[in-house]
């Protein structure tokens, strides 16, 4: 089990750091149905991945990819339209954090003092796990130790 | 008049609890006399309690705008049903709501337990007493919802409004607001028992025994309603909030989902120190924890602090709460410190492949998501406060955090059961694993050849397969073992296994439930499909292999709103099947509309249909068809949950359970290898 457990820890370490490689758990890509063939299906998915990082300002605690507002479905053309003028997702991005600052972005930027709510709970998980392990093993080995113990002081009682 | 009644039943309530309290501690330091006293204390309140949410109800239902809670949420056009449930639909009465379920809890612990547990009872009773006293001073005080409507409105002395604005449109949406509200209070309330019993057992100096066994049935009655009150509200926004999810990790999502999480972990770590008489620091700690949790939930959401940290200090609840929770807090510390002398404990481990083992994983888990989910929710606050920038902390955040840590949990869901207590036989073990493993590598394979390409999806499939056969494993070794023994048919001795040992493999099928849910999350995020069509009347669109046709758009209007709804056909390729109506709803009282969309549920996917807008000639209308893979097996797998955990105390309390279990250590030593077919858990 503790390989097994080691396995998922390293799947946690590293996925921070995996940016929307389709790592996170939200939202795969969707490709566009055929119906209306003036979609263009990479773009699309593109402004699906940025629409899912940002936060929708009117809605509490929803994605602008996920609102029905009409102020989401207006942040989404507004992505559509720089996409299609040739920026890149992150000068998107960028556009809309200058615009409204850092809370915009639902995720925190892994950066300075933000690094605490990213790590924190990556250190408590291994320590945790390290600490877990430790013990076990020096309570079996103190079990087994006591164990024998008893089991001498028996046999000198019969002696 | 109402208000005058509202007022004496309050502060009776208060009164008695302060009385009840003062007599119960004073029974447990030399009087025992005071006992019943405190009882009957407790049984007052709860009188006290039920009179006053019936004066509400009764101002509620009667329109009796003096009252300023009716004021606030009423409205005569609201319908009956959505006035009575607006009891609880705002601060001061889900306040007063949460305080006569409190009494409710305390007058039924006090109840059954009134012959026994005698070193316990009085400080389970002080203590209950304590927590319901600061409830009813906040209703007395900051969250009084019988203040008269020209007090609080500042008008005219005696003036009276002919009319109120009703409840948040949101809230009188969809009936489900009739039920997830009261089970999740249900739940999150009743975890002051399991932290009364903590509290007792410290006072008491006898932190094991009693309050373990005793504690377990007052965590088990509260984790159920907290589990079906998170799932019905999942569903309650799937079915009202129009964007086609059920979790968007709001603050108010995870504070009911934090002490679920320590309530989970408690529920097993006491069953290794009820085996080992092992982890007793531990499990007090974590019975603390889940209620100051509960009330850091309350404080989060209620007090308005998430809005800005500037927000709180305006009102009075804000200050109140946190107050209350640095007493506990502190009180709690200074009793575990007080006795740390007797909570140490011996270690108590056979082999690192044991039950045991496995639970104290469960335990790290956990306690790793509750700290997680707790740090994303705070850190916008944190930020503010240190960085003086604010930040948003959602669903990417959370989803990236918590699935690694999910899939950990789904693992041991089906690891842990296969364990042994103590130790297993290697042979045993291997007995146990080696069909699963197969199954589960044989599925991986499958998976992914049918296109399960996002790792995590494929990872979590995985794992559930190995989960459900090791669970199955479980069931039908036993149940085997007993065909032969008694040749009995292998559905009756499947029911024989399991009725003889409920709390054993009622704890099994909640693990199912778990699994089940897991999957239906996994699956409905990955592979959920949306599209935004607008549609004239009569034209159609393919979508997912789905077709859907606009018949029809109208307007329409109801005593308490004013709608706009679009009938459409919708079917698979072979032609239509169903009409669904979606809807706009417009509210007095609310600028935006209201969207209620509609879902067809179907055991492989849903069809989910949001009206997102309309021509106003009537000539079109805009839809977001979503189409929602195995959305259905989360509702299941959680009622699935609920009722294994039901069955896991179905005869808890009942002699038989009790009388075996005393019997049960010497037998288990004897033949510690195959407890695989005994034991308890």
């Not at chain 2, 499909?529 to 159609?540: C, D, H, K, P, Y």
């Not at chain 2, 009206?611 to 009622?639: C, E, F």
Request: one cysteine or more.
């Amino acid at each position: 089990m503790a390989t097994r457990i080691t396995l998922f820890l390293l799947l946690l370490a590293v996925s921070p750091a995996v940016e929307g490689s389709g790592f996170a758990f939200a939202q795969e890509t969707q490709e566009a149905a055929a119906t209306m063939p003036a979609e263009d299906p990479e773009l699309e998915a593109q402004v699906r991945r940025i629409a899912a990082k940002l936060r929708c300002p009117t809605c509490r605690a929803l994605s602008v990819q996920d609102s029905p507002s009409g102020m989401a479905q207006e942040m989404r053309s507004l992505i559509r339209e720089q996409l299609l003028a040739g920026k890149t997702p992150a000068e998107v991005e960028a556009y809309f954090v200058e615009r409204y600052g850092e809370w915009i972005l639902l995720e925190p930027k892994a950066e300075g003092f933000n690094w605490a709510v990213w790590l924190l709970p990556v250190f408590l998980l291994l320590g945790g796990l390290a600490f877990v392990l430790i013990t076990a093993r020096r309570w079996v080995r103190e079990g087994q130790a006591r164990a024998a113990a008893l089991v001498k002081e028996g046999q000198e009682g019969e002696l | 008049m109402i208000s005058s009644l509202g007022y004496l039943a309050v502060g009776g309530a208060l009164l008695l609890s302060v009385v009840g309290a003062v007599a119960a501690f004073a029974a447990m330091g030399g009087r025992p006399q005071l006992a019943p006293w405190a009882r009957r204390a407790v049984y007052g309140v709860f009188a006290l309690a039920t009179l006053a949410i019936l004066l509400m109800a009764v101002a509620l239902v009667a329109h009796d705008f003096s009252v300023s809670y009716v004021a606030q949420v009423g409205s005569r056009s609201t319908p009956l049903f959505y006035t009575v449930i607006s009891l609880w639909s705002s601060l001061d009465g889900s306040i007063l709501f949460w305080g006569w379920i409190l009494a409710g809890y305390s007058a039924a612990v006090v109840y059954i337990h009134r012959d026994r547990y005698q070193d316990l009872m009085p400080a389970v009773t002080g203590t209950l007493l304590i927590v319901s006293a600061f409830f009813w001073l906040l209703l007395a005080w900051p969250a009084n919802p019988f203040v008269p409507t020209w007090q609080a409105f500042g008008l005219a002395p005696g003036q009276v409004p002919a009319d109120g604005p009703g409840p948040n449109p949101l809230l009188q949406n969809h009936p489900f607001m009739g039920l997830h509200p009261p089970l999740l209070y249900l739940g999150y309330v009743g975890l002051t028992v399991p932290f009364a019993f903590g509290i007792a057992a410290l006072l008491s100096g006898k932190v094991s025994g009693d309050w373990i066994r005793a504690v377990r049935l007052w965590t088990m009655a509260p984790w159920i309603f907290l589990t079906a009150g998170i799932v019905s509200g999942a569903w309650w926004s799937y079915e009202v909030l129009g964007w086609g999810g059920y979790w968007a990790w709001d603050p108010v999502e995870n504070a009911s989902f934090l002490p679920w999480l320590t309530a989970t972990a408690f529920l097993h770590s006491i069953m290794v120190q009820e085996r080992r008489q092992t982890l007793k620091m531990w499990n007090i700690l974590l019975v603390i924890a889940t209620f100051l949790l509960t009330l850091f939930g309350t404080f989060l959401t209620r007090s308005g602090i998430l809005a800005s940290v500037h927000a709180f200090v305006e009102g009075l609840i804000g200050p109140f709460f946190l107050g209350f929770i640095t007493l506990v807090l502190i009180v709690s510390l200074a009793l575990v410190a007080w006795r740390s002398d007797e909570l140490k404990s011996e270690p108590a481990l056979d082999a690192i492949a044991s039950r045991e083992t496995a639970f104290l994983f469960n335990n790290l888990l956990l306690v790793a998501f509750t700290f997680t989910v707790l740090l994303g929710t705070v850190y916008p606050l944190v930020a503010e406060a240190i960085r003086g920038v604010k930040v948003s902390v959602g669903a990417p955040y959370f989803n990236r955090m918590s699935v690694p840590i999910a899939l950990g949990l789904v693992l041991l869901a089906g690891i842990g059961p296969a364990l042994p207590w103590r130790r297993g036989s290697p042979d045993l073990l291997a007995k146990k694993f080696l069909w699963p493993t197969v199954a589960a590598l044989l599925s991986g394979v499958v998976f992914w050849v049918f296109g399960a390409r996002n790792f995590l999806t494929w990872l979590t499939l995985v794992f559930s397969v190995l989960a459900v056969a090791l669970l199955i494993g479980e069931f039908w070794r036993p149940a085997r073992a007993r065909r032969e023994a008694h040749g009995e048919g292998l559905g009756r001795a499947l029911l024989a296994v399991v009725s003889k040992n409920r709390r054993r493999y009622g704890g099994y099928v909640v693990h199912f439930g778990i699994v089940i849910i897991a999957v239906g999350i996994a699956l409905s995020s990955t592979y959920r499909r949306e599209r935004e069509f607008t549609l004239g009347i009569g034209e159609a669109a393919t979508f997912a292999g789905y077709t859907v046709r606009l018949d029809s758009l109208y307007a329409g209007r109801e005593p308490q709103r004013d709608f706009v709804e679009a009938a459409f056909s919708v079917g698979g390729d072979g032609g239509f099947s169903d009409t669904m109506r979606p809807r706009l709803n417009y509210y007095p009282t609310s600028q935006q509309p209201i969207g209620t969309p509609r879902v067809r549920t179907r055991p492989d996917a849903d069809l989910y249909l949001s009206l997102m807008a309309y021509d106003r000639t009537g000539a079109s209308a805009t839809v977001n068809i979503i189409v929602n893979p195995m959305v259905v097996w989360i509702w299941i797998g959680g009622a699935i949950a609920a009722l294994g955990a039901l069955l896991a105390i179905s005869n808890a309390g009942s002699g038989a359970d009790r009388s075996r279990r005393a019997a049960a250590p010497s037998v288990r030593r004897a033949k510690p290898a195959e407890a695989g077919v005994g034991g308890d858990d």
